[in-house]
């Protein structure tokens, strides 16, 4: 299954402990509750290029499944990690004190952040 295509944000779980965890300020976290966001992926085999345009901000992933990599974060923070993937449709990753998972079933990109795993 390939992860390749735009995806708009439909909604926003953990939202606020996420971005509290990462360390934003709660008047950046106020701004972007209500922002809507694209994501666009690009999957060459374990090679993908995650960019995710908010409002005028844009922000740029690199990684191949697997290897470490150094991954951008909203406050600007550069983090290495290491993305690894689960089945065919699901990507773990693990940030500081937070566990992001992306799951594709469809066309449906869903991303569940969960502070403290």
């Known amino acids: 299954?390939?992860?390749?295509?735009?995806?708009?944000l439909q909604s926003h779980e953990n939202f606020e402990p996420f971005m509290k965890a990462?360390?934003?300020s709660d008047e950046l976290i106020e701004k972007g509750k209500d922002v809507k966001s694209i994501s666009e992926i690009v999957q060459d085999g374990k090679k993908f290029?995650?960019?995710?345009?908010?409002g005028s901000k844009v922000l740029i992933n690199e990684f191949?499944?697997?290897e470490e990599a150094e991954l951008n974060t909203p406050t600007g923070e550069k983090i290495k990690a290491v993305v690894q993937m689960e089945g065919d449709n699901k990507m773990v990753v693990k940030l500081k004190d937070i566990t992001s998972v992306t799951e594709l079933s469809g066309d449906t990109l869903t991303n569940v952040r969960i502070p403290g795993a």
């Not at 299954?1 to 708009?8: L, N, P, R, V």
């Not at 290029?49 to 908010?54: A, D, E, I, L």
């Open 22 to 24: 990462i360390g934003l």
């Open 1 to 8: 299954m390939s992860f390749s295509g735009k995806y708009e």
């Open 64 to 66: 191949t499944i697997g």
């Open 49 to 54: 290029k995650v960019t995710v345009t908010t």
